[in-house]
């Protein structure tokens, strides 16, 4: 048993975070240069599920937890579990399907896109005369399809996990930016003649968003070892990780707002970005209660 | 990473379940402080001498000086089988001796560590006093140093098991007019030296289980103090590091088992289809498999680097809050049932009540918020 990263994560985790920090900074998330996505290709984030690589799900965790935190585009996700169980494609949108239709998010330079379709993800071939439309999370563009395409279901029962598990991480990034914007924010602006950071009021505020991260991310570990280990109860280990994350993401960016106090509200500032996130995150593999509720007698 | 034990520690689990499923008591621990002792010793006796007490204790002082994983593995299935919690061995077992073991002369620790393990003493705790609650450096109870003792007079206060202990872990002012943190010693104090008085106090749950203690020209030997004079609160610190690695594992499989036991209830009486209930209770069964999973990395970081991580200080707080919140889930899904409440029960109401403790205890969960967001976060200390 060892819940800690070894020396190798750790490097990995580190200069992912370095590169992100240099080139894709959370508060550029609402304009993209162009050539992003070919750079995650290039620095090989793209590839790193593919069956031969032979990374295990820890080590994933680790990386889109740090991918999250500055607000990857979100096709990372889908296009790493096409990678993993599908034909590898350059890019692949994340999709995401509802009652009244079926949204398409990062679909630029995308000809397919992956999503759930009832118990298993599935992926759709895209036109190429959709409409762009703007969507709340500033970092993706949006397209709604209206007519239901074929869906080429992969059918392997960790595949929907493995979505489940690389959005908790990507959850539990933008949790912990949000929590470390404040805390940053909290020891820089002064009122009263201190840090705001000094009162108890917002001081707590920072400790529970501190104490939400912490909580899901150790989940999201737990899980991703349990998905390694094909363990009996990894389903529902997996859905206690995105449950948590989901809920630390929006409390997290909502908490961050508060914290930032006027400036927080505008649009100029950046921890809309984080909630925004956050509440796209919350519709990819959602936890239903009854995931969380079942196997007990 | 991983989540596995290796074919060893799988042995040493099967043992542990062995012994415990022929040796747990038939009868129930008692409520009450004084009622309970007999029990508690007897107990503590024989987890002494079948070679389970102080498993990660060193072995010349009586412990087994196995690792941290192999305490975590006892206490994990201590919990599981139900054994009866330790009671008043509580303090000795978990707070004062660790604190002997970091910080004592080889007589000191030679003497009181084989005793605290084979529940021959009993310890208590005194640091909080009627004026230094949350504020604990407040401390106005002093120590005046006459020769080879030291003559302490003031009292102390919500002190467990006081009424029962032989041995009490006192912080005390030893040099005069001086301030907070300075000038404070840990010292061992016989509980039994004239001049002591203790008043038992009741708790709102019906049970007496701590109280205030009054020192009246208390003479303990200046031997007794443990880690240097002017040192007690660096002393009394020291322990936090140890409280954090393993102090609330037990907790943790119990909570595993109590959020089984309630959703089990909800189904059974149909208040699972209450959204609102379904919802609480699915959310608490991810906080509960979370919280072993905080304290399984919170231990992996000890064996790694033999220090806890920063996410400890997250562990206690995280840990009482949601031990109430299903305090409270339970007390809710027995609707009227929770009026025939009456002072003596065992039931989940007691819980109920005893649980406001766990949030105010040992460090308020405003004072734990204050530690998270100045140590794990860097925001500027309040105080």
Redesign the interface.
């Known amino acids: 048993?060892?819940?800690?990263?070894?020396t190798d994560?750790i490097a990995l985790q580190t200069a992912t975070g370095d590169w992100c920090r240099t080139n894709m900074p959370l508060n550029g998330a609402r304009d993209r240069p162009v050539g992003l996505w070919r750079d995650l290709e290039s620095m090989g984030w793209t590839e790193m599920t593919a069956p031969g690589m032979d990374i295990d799900h820890?080590t994933e965790a680790l990386v889109f937890a740090e991918l999250g935190r500055y607000l990857a585009p979100v096709a990372l996700l889908s296009s790493a579990v096409a990678t993993r169980w599908a034909n590898p494609a350059p890019k692949t949108a994340l999709a995401l399907a509802a009652g009244n239709g079926i949204r398409i998010f990062d679909g630029e330079g995308a000809t397919e896109a992956l999503g759930l379709f009832g118990k298993f993800p599935g992926l759709i071939k895209l036109g190429n005369d959709a409409e762009m439309k703007p969507s709340l999370d500033l970092s993706t563009g949006l397209i709604r399809l209206t007519t239901s395409p074929t869906v080429n279901a992969i059918d392997h029962p960790h595949a929907a996990l493995h979505l489940q598990l690389l959005s908790a991480a990507f959850a539990v990034g933008c949790a912990d930016a949000a929590?470390e914007m404040a805390?940053d924010y909290?020891?820089l602006r002064q009122q009263f003649e201190?840090?705001i950071?000094?009162?108890?009021a917002l001081?707590?505020i920072?400790?529970?968003m501190?104490?939400r991260a912490?909580?899901?991310r150790?989940?999201l570990?737990?899980a991703?070892?349990?998905l390694?280990?094909s363990?009996a109860d990894a389903a529902?280990?997996v859905?206690?990780?995105k449950?948590?994350a989901d809920q630390a993401a929006l409390e997290n960016g909502r908490a961050n707002i508060q914290v930032h106090g006027g400036i927080g509200m505008t649009d100029e500032a950046v921890p809309h970005l984080c909630l925004k996130r956050a509440h796209l995150l919350q519709f990819i593999a959602p936890v239903e209660?009854r995931?969380?509720?079942g196997d007990?007698? | 990473m991983d989540i596995g034990f290796s074919d060893e520690e799988t042995r040493f689990r099967a043992e542990c379940r062995d012994w415990l499923h022929s040796n747990i008591p038939g009868e129930k621990r008692p409520l009450d402080a004084v009622d309970a002792i007999a029990f508690d010793k007897d107990w503590q006796r024989r987890l002494f001498d079948a070679g389970w007490a102080g498993i990660n204790w060193p072995s010349e002082y009586g412990g087994r000086g196995l690792s941290l994983v192999e305490q975590v593995i006892w206490l994990e299935e201590y919990a599981k089988a139900q054994a009866p919690w330790i009671g008043a061995n509580f303090v000795g077992i978990n707070h004062g001796g660790p604190t002997l073991i970091l910080n004592a002369s080889e007589e000191q620790k030679s003497f009181h560590l084989p005793r605290i393990l084979s529940g021959e003493a009993i310890w208590c705790q005194g640091f909080s006093e009627p004026g230094a609650g949350s504020d604990l450096a407040g401390i106005k109870t002093s120590g005046r140093i006459e020769g080879e003792e030291i003559v302490i007079n003031g009292s102390k206060i919500w002190t467990s098991f006081a009424h029962v202990a032989d041995w009490q872990e006192l912080v005390l002012r030893t040099e005069s007019g001086s301030k907070r943190h300075a000038g404070l010693s840990w010292v061992i104090c016989d509980m039994h030296t004239p001049g002591i008085t203790v008043r038992p106090i009741r708790k709102m749950s019906g049970q007496t289980e701590f109280a205030e203690v009054f020192y009246d020209d208390v003479r303990i030997p200046l031997d007794n103090v443990v880690g240097g004079l002017g040192n007690g609160w660096k002393v009394a610190m020291s322990t936090l590091s140890f409280e954090r690695g393993t102090g609330f594992i037990a907790d943790q499989v119990k909570q595993s088992e109590e959020i089984a036991e309630l959703i089990a209830k909800a189904r059974a009486s149909g208040r699972i289809e209450d959204d609102r209930i379904a919802d609480r209770l699915a959310q608490m069964r991810a906080e509960v498999a979370a919280l072993r999973a905080m304290t399984y990395r919170n231990i992996s970081e000890v064996v790694r680097t033999g220090q806890p991580g920063p996410e400890a200080s997250v562990i206690r707080l995280f840990t009482a809050e949601l031990g109430q919140r299903l305090e409270r889930m339970a007390v809710e899904l027995m609707g009227e049932d929770v009026l025939d409440f009456a002072y003596g029960d065992d039931n989940a109401v007691h819980d109920y009540l005893r649980g406001f403790a766990s949030t105010i205890a040992g460090g308020t969960a405003q004072i734990q918020r204050d530690i998270i967001g100045e140590r794990l976060l860097g925001l500027p200390k309040s105080r």
């Not at chain 1, 950071?197 to 108890?200: E, L, N, S, V």
């Open positions: 048993m060892d819940l800690t990263p070894d994560q820890a929590c805390a909290a020891k201190r840090p950071g000094w009162f108890q001081k707590h920072c400790s529970d501190a104490v912490a909580v899901a150790s989940q570990y737990f991703a070892c349990a390694d280990a363990e529902f280990h859905a206690a990780a449950r948590l209660n995931m969380l509720l007990v007698a």
